[in-house]
């Protein structure tokens, strides 16, 4: 089993920064993709950027150039930059680890962006 819990996550102005961190525990495979979701009211839950262990990454499009992935592999970590901020960017950010074939989610942090 493995447990994902998120932090990082609050409210904070147009333009401004958040830094969302993941840190997973329990029997983890070596190797595994690691990423970020996101969730709006009202909406489907959206992959926002992904991770492999070997530091290969991809992101949305809208994110791109202001959003960064990273991981911390000794601390099974993952990690989520977030620079200038948009309204449009309110929702509950979730990470997941995928091994396996198999899927877990952490709990989700709100992250709210006021204009």
């Known amino acids: 089993q493995v447990q994902l819990v998120e932090s990082g996550g609050g409210l904070v102005r147009t333009g401004e920064s958040l830094r969302l961190s993941c840190a997973a525990s329990?029997?983890?495979?070596?190797?595994?993709?690691m990423g970020w979701y996101r969730q709006a009211p009202g909406k489907q839950r959206d992959v926002v950027a992904t991770i492999t262990t070997n530091g290969g990454t991809t992101y949305i499009e809208s994110v791109k150039g202001r959003f960064t992935i990273s991981r911390d592999n000794a601390k099974n970590t993952v990690y989520l930059q977030m620079n200038s901020l948009k309204p449009e960017d309110t929702a509950v950010y979730y990470c997941?680890?995928?091994?396996?074939?198999?899927?877990?989610w952490g709990q989700g942090t709100q992250v709210t962006v006021s204009s």
């Open positions: 329990g029997s983890i495979f070596r190797f595994n993709v």
């Open positions: 997941d680890l995928v091994a396996a074939g198999i899927r877990y």
